[in-house]
């Protein structure tokens, strides 16, 4: 599904209002180091989690629509084309992974082993997520205002 990027900007506070509600649960387990943002679309995520006062040393956006990215951020290193081989202390992926045709091979590489990965999905595309292997749940929950999301939090052993 290509996703129209002016279109999208209307959605800002919903997508504000899952992340709140993600960030009080997983906030204890956001580890140092480095954030993987898979389907990043605008970035609203890093805004929001910048305003919380949570950095992180370097912050790699992947999505297959560059003008989804538009205006990009200055801080955060854009990836339009996979695979990426890569590991990451922190991976989120919200929104994004129920368009992935292999959620849990796209997904569960780039985490490394100790990292986090925090998945959300509108209510509906619940029951396609599968269940990750070598993952250990450390939250889960419902978000959102507007539109409600199911979301993951689960640390790679
Ligand atoms: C609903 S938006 C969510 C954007 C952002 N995560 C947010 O919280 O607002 C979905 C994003 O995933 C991107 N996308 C769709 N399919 C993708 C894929 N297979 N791999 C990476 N990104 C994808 C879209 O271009 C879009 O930017």
């Given at each position: 599904m290509i996703m129209n990027r002016r279109v999208y900007e209307s959605w800002k506070p919903v997508q504000y209002a899952k992340y709140k509600g993600i960030l009080e649960k997983v906030r204890q387990f956001i580890r140092k180091g480095s954030l993987f943002d898979y389907g990043?679309?605008?970035g609203w995520l890093e805004m929001f989690l910048d305003e919380q006062g949570i950095t992180f040393d370097r912050i790699v956006g992947f999505d297959?629509?560059?003008?989804?990215?538009?205006?990009?951020?200055?801080n955060v290193e854009y990836?339009?084309?996979?695979?990426v081989e890569e590991e990451f202390d922190n991976v989120f992926c919200i929104?994004?992974?129920?368009?992935?045709?292999e959620p849990e091979e796209e997904l569960?590489?780039?985490?490394?082993?100790?990292g986090l990965l925090v998945v959300s999905v509108p209510m509906r595309f619940m029951n396609k997520m599968p269940k990750f292997k070598n993952m250990r749940l450390l939250a889960k929950g419902i978000v959102g205002s507007r539109e409600k999301d199911f979301f993951w939090a689960w640390e790679k052993v």
């Open positions: 990043i679309g605008p297959t629509n560059p003008e989804m990215t538009e205006p990009r951020l200055a990836v339009f084309e996979g695979p929104d994004t992974a129920h368009l992935l045709h569960a590489h780039l985490v490394r082993k100790g």
